[in-house]
């Protein structure tokens, strides 16, 4: 019963963690141009007292903010509206996007190029950021797989432990099909994908088969999901599908040696398990 609840909690969190989506992109823009409205206003504060040259550092801020939060394109936007704000409300003649002062002029491009490297080096530290996110959590759900086959799960956990797996491994919908009961069935799936006849059509097809199958490729160009067979000792079991195409996200070159490790853990939970 302990080990049950155990599996419970960890499949729990999987699932809490699988869900977690970033902001939409246009979300990302509005919030790179609010920290820029931000700064503005602290420009304001602080205008009386240091001057509008040495407000350019302030609207460096914004910059570094979008770029740490959400990126390169984010930080881009962020930078062109901070120098704007800067010309437009900073720079005489006030309330205008001429710079009459060759100082300011200075100001403004100082400003362009501090920003545009900040936000270079910012995004970049971002990405390297997230590359190790993904692949700890790569590494954790793939652990939380094992533990649940290691430890003799009930065949359904370990079904849903390998859906939510392979959704947080590619950050794309997942399904795990079955074949019982003289028919092909869906049993286990995770990240809201949509399952459609297409989807068990390409399944029946795999089964038959014994070959993966690819997503809007001719004959299973109306399915969605990249189909791979579970094959153990004894028969085909099972087959595992990832739809990168529902999850907007391109291929990855290399997805197979990802499958091969998802799909032994289950070619072992299936062969202990009779369907």
Known sequence: ?????????????????ADKRPLPVAAQYGSALVFVAIATGCGFALDPLIGAANLTLVFVLPV????????WGPALVATVASVLAFDFFFTEPRYSLTIASPADIWSAGLLLVIAASVSTIAAQARRREM???????????LQALAHAVIEAAPRDEILAAAAIA?????RAPSVIFVHENGGVRAVA????????????EATKGVFETRLPARADTYPYDKSTFDFWPVQTPDALAGVIGVSFL????????DPGRFIEIVAAYLAIALRSTPL
Not at 131 to 141: F, G, L
Not at 166 to 170: A, D, G, H, P, S
Not at 189 to 200: L, Q, Y
Not at 246 to 253: D, F
């Open 1 to 17: 019963m302990s080990e049950s609840l155990t599996h419970a909690h960890g499949l729990l969190g999987l699932a809490e963690s």
């Open 246 to 253: 529902q999850a907007r996200r391109s291929r990855p070159a």
């Open 189 to 200: 799936s995770a990240g809201g994908g949509a399952i459609t006849r297409a989807e068990e």
């Open 166 to 170: 392979l959704n947080r491994i590619f």
């Open 131 to 141: 590359a190790a996110r993904w692949s700890t959590e790569q590494a954790q759900a």
């Open 64 to 71: 570094m903010a979008a770029a740490t939060a959400f990126g």
